[in-house]
T-cell receptor, first 117, second 117 residues
Framework: AQSVTQLGSHVSVSEGALVLLRCNYSSSVPPYLFWYVQYPNQGLQLLLKYTTGATLVKGINGFEAEFKKSETSFHLTKPSAHMSDAAEYFCAVSEKAGGTSYGKLTFGQGTILTVHP | DGGITQSPKYLFRKEGQNVTLSCEQNLNHDAMYWYRQDPGQGLRLIYYSQIVNDFQKGDIAEGYSVSREKKESFPLTVTSAQKNPTAFYLC????????????????FGPGTRLTVT
């Protein structure tokens, strides 16, 4: 069974500082990995995803994440935080097609990012 | 514009009443999902459907029911048997054939906040 752990339920950074949100996963097969962002009282928006190929993936709003198989990690980073980045971020994993959990996403518990001026 | 709509945005009910949450999509997606979101717990899967007239229980299906009579619609009923129905409910969809479908990428609606007193 697949699972996702996000280290730190709250992360606080200053505007302009590096953003690092941590995600570790477990999966019995090579996974697909996702980061979603959620603003208050809204749905989730896809930031970026890793499926195959290049392990460093770039997403919207200047975010990127690196898939490290040896560390079973998919940490999200942004070089310089902006006030508008304040939101909750979710890491998710999906098993590839063909497994019994085909198409289903398993989410981490979320990390709330606060950006201080 | 294609997308997923959920209505209403806010819903209030008395304890003991059944309530139905609407989810409609015009993305021509095959698969649809319902999640429940509680603070600090991430998203938990209630039900999902990969084709019309078929659906599967997720991790927390007790006290909920769904139907999938049309490809575009996947309503969720919160029954009086659900012990803690107050939560934020999110509907999502994904293609279930070729393309991005096989990655498990899901698209989310704006959510319905249900309060039961």
């Amino acid at each position: 069974a697949q699972s996702v752990t996000q280290l730190g339920s709250h992360v606080s950074v200053s505007e302009g500082a590096l953003v690092l949100l941590r995600c570790n996963y477990s999966s019995s097969v090579p996974p697909y990995l996702f980061w979603y962002v959620q603003y208050p009282n809204q749905g989730l928006q896809l930031l970026l995803k890793y499926t195959t190929g290049a392990t460093l993936v770039k997403g919207i709003n200047g975010f990127e994440a690196e898939f490290k198989k040896s560390e079973t990690s998919f940490h999200l980073t942004k070089p310089s935080a902006h006030m508008s980045d304040a939101a909750e971020y979710f890491c998710a994993v999906s098993e590839k097609a063909g497994g019994t959990s085909y198409g289903k996403l398993t989410f981490g518990q979320g990390t709330i990012l606060t950006v201080h001026p | 514009d294609g997308g997923i709509t959920q209505s209403p945005k806010y819903l209030f009910r008395k304890e003991g009443q059944n309530v139905t949450l609407s989810c409609e999509q015009n993305l021509n997606h095959d698969a649809m999902y319902w999640y429940r979101q509680d603070p600090g717990q991430g998203l938990r899967l209630i039900y999902y459907s990969q084709i019309v007239n078929d659906f599967q229980k997720g991790d927390i299906a007790e006290g909920y029911s769904v139907s999938r009579e049309k490809k575009e619609s996947f309503p969720l009923t919160v029954t009086s048997a659900q012990k803690n129905p107050t939560a934020f409910y999110l509907c999502a969809s994904s293609i279930d054939k070729t393309g991005t479908a096989l990655t498990g990428e899901q698209y989310f609606g704006p959510g319905t906040r249900l309060t039961v007193t």
